[in-house]
């Protein structure tokens, strides 16, 4: 149990599974690595204190369970969440293809804002914008069957999506440390542009000073 946010968790000891406490912070790296992590809190029930399990994944917001809904195994903790993140990771999810809502109110109607606003941050190369369509979608309720399917398959894609972007950024990274290590600026002023052109001019100044 990691309950003191000041210490950063040890994610890559075989030995044990952290289990972090309601206020300890996780980075969406993580998150995207190890696909979610568990917490703990403790819900007062009368004179007693009752423990819930929550299971965080990226892009989700946290889902808690009583003690008796999760089991240890091969794997480690599991709740009904993990069950569900694994699965959807075992099965390739549906194609997508948002289209304008016609006469559509209600849930629904938002659900195809939601996807419309998806569509253009997946074009447009806005990942942070697509990280929080996809939230708002998680915590979206009342829709359609089919809708939901659609809403579904969505997010999973852009999580796949997401997963590349992020694994693609820490490859530049990496090299970008390298070629300010070598002082070699016009490898830097390259990467940088590939990383962020919007304020690599800025950071070139920074790195060949």
């Known amino acids: ?13 075989e030995s044990h599974e952290p289990v972090l406490g309601v206020s300890v912070p996780v980075d969406q790296d993580t998150l995207i690595r190890r696909w979610y992590v568990h917490r703990i809190r403790l819900d007062s029930q009368g004179t007693t204190r009752q423990v819930q399990i929550g299971t965080e994944a990226f892009a989700r ?3 808690w369970f009583g003690l008796d809904e999760c089991e240890v195994t091969q794997r480690g903790l599991s709740t009904p ?3 569900r993140i694994v699965a959807s990771r075992s099965t390739p999810p549906p194609r997508w293809s948002p289209t304008k809502a016609r006469k559509v109110v209600g849930p629904d109607a938002r659900a195809w804002a939601l996807l419309s606003r998806l569509n253009d941050a997946r074009k447009f190369k806005w990942e942070s914008t697509a990280a929080h369509v996809c939230w708002e979608i998680a915590r979206l ?7 939901r399917e659609q809403l579904d398959a969505a997010v999973e894609e852009t999580r796949g999506w997401l997963e590349e972007k992020a694994e693609d950024r820490r490859e530049l990274f990496s090299q970008l440390d390298q070629a300010v290590s070598a002082q070699d600026t016009v490898y830097v002023r390259k990467l940088l542009t590939s990383i962020n052109p919007g304020y690599s001019a800025e950071l070139g100044d920074l790195a060949s000073g």
């Open 81 to 83: 969440a993990v069950e």
């Open 141 to 147: 309720d009342g829709v359609s069957q089919h809708v």
């Open 1 to 13: 149990m990691h309950l003191d946010g000041d210490v950063a968790p040890e994610w890559d000891e």
């Open 61 to 63: 917001p946290t889902e």
